[in-house]
């Protein structure tokens, strides 16, 4: 219908709506694009590059994704704070790895009302050098830590890349935690924690398979120790980093000063770690790893809407449907669950497509077959099954399939990131199986600088990046077999690294 015959009729805009109906699989770039365009994500139009406008159905998702990652960190003892999101330039250029890693991503202020700034500011790229100063200042006895503070808030970062809402842009949202320690064992002990912390919220809820890496020695943050982060793959085959740990050691600690009188009433130096979920790219990551060719699939726990309710009339006589459709989402509100009841003028049709699309993982259809019997039936987004349930049982259901529709899109991600681990014993292999989608386990010689000429010449080549060594694989030892060698270099193998495309 087109859009004027639509307003002639008097129906609202969601009659307008078409099939979604575009291969996710064949045409990622184009699905993502239109995805976040029709289900109104994102608007793109602000008027300053690679920033853009969060609608409410992206943010009332990332909102409950917040929520969630902030409860686990809570449970783990760290504690929420607020830091200005304005660093002098003095404290940013304290930490020199740091500085030189950063600067290029740096947003500048120099100018308030008529007056130059005695001192430029930066927007917070992250914000190390923003709390460090006063970590300084607040720890001064090993009774004050542990310290394990994190805060929830947006970063700015110019980035040079193309930009991609949720995916890169030049302002994102995230929760960077900050932690401090007596000793290097704790933490290395808080990066462990932080890995689970991912794989709880982000496997468990969010449905997201990864997999924990630590970079190599080339690839690592500015000013760390170590890298660990998280790699998701997108439909396209290209890895998609998600959070990050840091081990900062004393680096940081000792440009910063942040020093304890130990237990024997010693000066000591202390360690620390840091962790930075990007709470805007999992979203990102989430929909692209989750969606289908008819649009979004959300998992039931962050899904902006639960539950749609369609009345689907006969003739003119609607009212006694709606008020059933009512009466099903007041005992379902009463239960915290996101309902909504569309009583537009759309057709019924239109509305499944527009619901479908949007991602709303249960659609209630209510006739006067289920208006008789006090019954609903319920069609599921993630498998497009339908049951009909009876009213009585429905609160006690609705739990039930909630469960099992974040169950079943988390199992069929996983299995299909399984299925995209592949091996590869020569550079023509590694090109053929990265073409075509894969993430491949290659032996490899060394993740210390001694590798990176062969990580250059995999770059050179196949514009493909060495991922890291899987967590999973250094925290229970395993080495490469013997007698396996890198095949770049030719030198004897010490690890296996992952190797992909990099988005
Ligand atoms: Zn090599």
Known sequence: MSKKESMNTNTSAVSEVETFNIDKEENFSEWFTEIVKRAELADIRYNVKGFIVCRQWSTIAMKRMFDFYEKELDKFGHEPTIFPMVIPESNFQIEKDHVEGFNPEVFWIDRAGNDTLEEKLIL???????????????????????????????????????????????????????????????AIAQTREDMQIAYNVMTDIFGIPIIYFQRPEWDKFAGAVHT????TLMPDGKFLQLPSTHLLGSNFAKAFNITYTDQNGEEKIAYQTCYGPAISRIFGGMIAVHGDN??????????????????????????HLEEYCIEIADVLRKKDYRV?????????????????????????????KEFKKKDITIFRRDTRERIIVSFDKLVSIVADIGKAITENIRNKAQTKFDESISDANTLDELEERINDKKMCKIPWCSIDLDGEACAV?????????VRGRDMREIDAGVISKKGEKCFICGKPAS??????KQY
């Not at 929830?152 to 110019?158: A, H």
């Not at 660990?228 to 790699?231: C, N, S």
């Open 124 to 186: 917070r790229p992250t914000s190390e050098t923003a709390m460090y100063p006063l970590y300084s200042l607040w720890i001064r006895s090993w009774r004050d830590l542990p310290l394990k503070l994190y805060q929830s808030g947006s970063v700015f970062r110019y980035e040079g890349k193309s930009t991609r809402p949720f995916l890169r842009s030049r302002e994102f949202w995230w929760i960077e935690s900050h932690n401090v320690f007596q000793t290097m064992e704790e």
């Open 457 to 465: 010449e995999i770059k050179d080549q196949l514009a493909a990046t």
């Open 340 to 368: 909504k009841i569309d009583m537009s003028d759309s057709r019924p049709g239109d509305k499944y497509y527009f619901w479908e699309m949007k991602g709303v993982p249960l659609r209630f259809e209510i006739g006067n």
């Open 228 to 231: 660990y982060a998280a790699d």
């Open 495 to 500: 690890c296996y690294v992952y190797v992909g």
């Open 294 to 319: 008819n649009g979004l699939i959300f998992p039931f726990d962050v899904a902006p809407k639960q539950i749609v309710i369609v009345p689907i009339p006969k003739k003119e006589d609607i009212r």
